[in-house]
Structures are given as structure tokens and as C-alpha cells.
């Protein structure tokens, strides 16, 4: 078990209070999950409003609106996928939730709080398409690196190993990326984000440096080691891929972002390889490819 400083959330943020880590309470990160699992407190969500980001070029050049008007939540144990044109903004929308860049308008709430403060908790664990694992480093050390970074205590070995067996990787715990295949050090960047279990996963196309074979094995395992306990937002351009993981897809328009619509994926889970070739896997094929041409339509390039 691991534990984390957490100060109370409050029910409703402006943004920007900020409190010492020691007016906090000490709670496991397990008992954030129970709670969160238990649906007493709604910690486990995302929200955003009206948001808007301007990415600053040169002197000469107008700033470049990426997103505007965004409005999206993303419930408690939700799978989330975000489907749209390449330079819609995606990249840009997992960013501002995970505080890597400020929107220039809007807020955004992480589990009831500010994203300051989830990020201080070490809430999210982020999934990239590259798994860029330190090539000096073995699987399992690969897998322990963020849990380490964030200190001793958030390194628990057998939760570790254990979800390198979940994801397949047993007796491969040893081995240094180069002896690893395309697919399996993906797999140890998907364990690297759980290993200190945060509350909150972004996943920003993490499967698609990877063959088609390989990325549907992929997609049962992302399935497995999330297990419906926690927010899961996940980026990508397959329609087969959001359809086959996801609660919700959201379709987004060209430059500057903005949703278009959201698609709610009715298929009863756990979701099984045989579900694919149902006709009512493909009926919702049907309707959230309908929904990505009506993005196309609204000014949108193609996938
Ligand atoms: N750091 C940056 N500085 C300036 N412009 C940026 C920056 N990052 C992204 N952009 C621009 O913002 C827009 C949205 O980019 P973003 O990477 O979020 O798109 P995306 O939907 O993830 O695209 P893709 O599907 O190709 O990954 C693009 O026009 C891009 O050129
Ligand atoms: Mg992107």
C-alpha cells in the first residue's frame, strides 16, 4: 500500500488556492480508490469549462487557437476516448488536464480540486505513444521509475511485479527495452503509469506505434489492468479501438477543438475479443463513424 498527502477537496475551486502539503491528512492512495470506487465522494472525475488555449508563435504571427470552448467531464471509473483530425487539439486538451501547459481561459477541476493539486497528490498517470523506457534500465526497474521519483514509499514491488504479470510480462522483468518487442515495452510504460497507483489515467495514442495484431491484444490488457477504478481519457484514431474500449467517445471538430458530439458505447462489459464481430459492436461502429463524418463535415481534415 502506498500513501499520499491529501488536503480535503473543496466542493467548489476558482482555480487557484494552494495549501502546504502539511495542512493535509494522510490517507492511503488504496483508501482514495475505495472512496472514490464506493461512490460516496466524487473525487474520481475531470472537468472542463469553456475552455480555451492560445499557443503563442512569433512576434509576426497571431497566436494559434488549439482549443476553445471545450466543455467535457469525465465521470468516476469512466473510460473516455477522444476521437479527432490530427491537430485538433487532443494532445493539447490531456496537457491542460494534466498541467503540463495552463489554459488561456476556462477552468478545469481534477477530483473536485485544482489541477495543482491533483498534481501534487502524483494523481496522474500519463500514457504516451512512445513508451520511452531508459534503455539502461530492465523492465521492472523501467516499470518502478515514476513510483520511485515520487519517493520510497510509493514503491510497492509485489503491486509491481504483479501488474507486469497482469500485463503478460512475466519472466520478462529482467529484460533491457532492446530485448523487449515493440507491443512489450508499451506494455511496461502502461505499468510504469499504474505502478504508483494514481487516481486519475491520460493516454495519449498509446498504441499506435504498434501492429494492428498487437494493439487489439493491447487494448484487453489496457482493459484488464484499468478495471472500471479509475478515470480513464484516452486518445486515438481508430473508431474500431474507442468503440471496443470505451464508456463514452468524444468527437472532436478541427482547429481550434471544440466537441462536437459525444457518443455513449452501450456494450455491456467486460468487453470480450467475440464482441467485435456482433452486429450490436457494429451497429455502434456505424453510429460513431456517422458522428466522426459529421466532424469532417463541419470543417474537419480526415483521421
Ligand atoms: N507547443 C506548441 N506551440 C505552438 N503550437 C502548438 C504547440 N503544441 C501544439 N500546437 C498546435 O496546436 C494544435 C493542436 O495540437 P495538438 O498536438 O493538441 O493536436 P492533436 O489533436 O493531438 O493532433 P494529432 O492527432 O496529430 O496528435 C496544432 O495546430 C499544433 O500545431
Ligand atoms: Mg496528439
Keep these: 500500500m502506498t500513501w499520499a498527502i491529501r488536503k480535503p ?3 467548489v475551486t476558482d482555480g487557484t488556492e494552494e495549501a502546504p502539503p502539511e495542512q493535509g491528512v494522510v490517507v492511503s492512495r488504496q483508501a482514495q480508490h475505495d472512496s472514490a470506487a464506493g461512490g460516496t465522494v466524487n473525487r474520481s472525475s475531470i472537468s472542463l469549462r469553456d475552455v480555451r488555449v492560445v499557443y503563442q508563435r512569433g512576434r509576426r504571427q ?3 487557437i488549439a482549443l476553445d470552448h471545450t466543455n ?3 465521470g468516476e471509473r469512466e473510460f473516455v476516448s477522444l476521437l479527432g483530425p490530427s491537430g485538433c487539439g487532443k494532445t493539447t486538451l490531456l496537457k491542460v488536464i494534466g498541467g503540463l501547459i495552463e489554459p488561456t481561459q476556462g477552468e478545469v477541476s481534477v477530483l473536485g ?4 493539486q491533483a498534481r501534487r497528490q502524483h494523481a496522474f498517470g500519463f500514457v504516451f505513444q512512445d513508451a520511452n523506457l531508459l534503455p539502461w534500465r530492465k523492465a521492472l526497474s523501467n516499470a518502478r521509475l515514476l513510483a520511485e521519483v515520487i519517493g520510497k514509499e510509493a514503491v510497492d514491488e509485489e503491486r509491481i511485479r504483479d501488474l507486469l504479470r497482469q500485463v503478460g510480462l512475466d519472466g520478462f522483468e529482467g529484460s533491457y527495452p532492446l530485448q523487449l518487442s515493440g507491443g512489450m515495452r508499451q506494455r511496461v510504460g502502461i505499468v510504469r503509469a499504474l505502478a504508483f ?3 486519475v489515467l491520460l493516454m495519449d495514442e498509446p498504441f499506435a506505434a504498434v501492429d494492428a495484431l498487437t494493439r487489439d491484444v493491447l487494448a484487453e490488457v489496457l482493459l484488464g489492468v484499468w478495471a472500471q477504478a479509475r478515470p480513464l481519457l484516452f486518445v486515438t484514431h481508430s473508431i474500431e479501438e474507442a468503440v471496443f474500449l470505451s464508456d463514452r467517445v468524444i468527437v472532436m471538430t478541427a482547429r481550434p477543438g ?3 458530439e459525444e457518443v455513449p458505447i452501450d456494450l455491456p462489459r467486460p468487453r ?3 464482441m467485435r464481430d456482433s452486429l450490436a459492436f457494429a ?3 456505424r453510429r460513431l463513424r456517422q458522428a466522426v463524418d459529421r466532424a469532417q463535415e463541419a470543417g474537419g481534415n480526415p483521421l
Design 9 to 11: 477537496a473543496p466542493a
Design 72 to 74: 467535457l467531464d469525465v
Design 113 to 116: 480540486g485544482t489541477v495543482d
Design 272 to 274: 470480450t475479443r467475440e
Design 197 to 199: 497507483n494514481p487516481a
Design 283 to 285: 451497429e455502434v461502429r
Design 62 to 64: 497571431s497566436g494559434l
Design 258 to 260: 471544440r466537441v462536437l
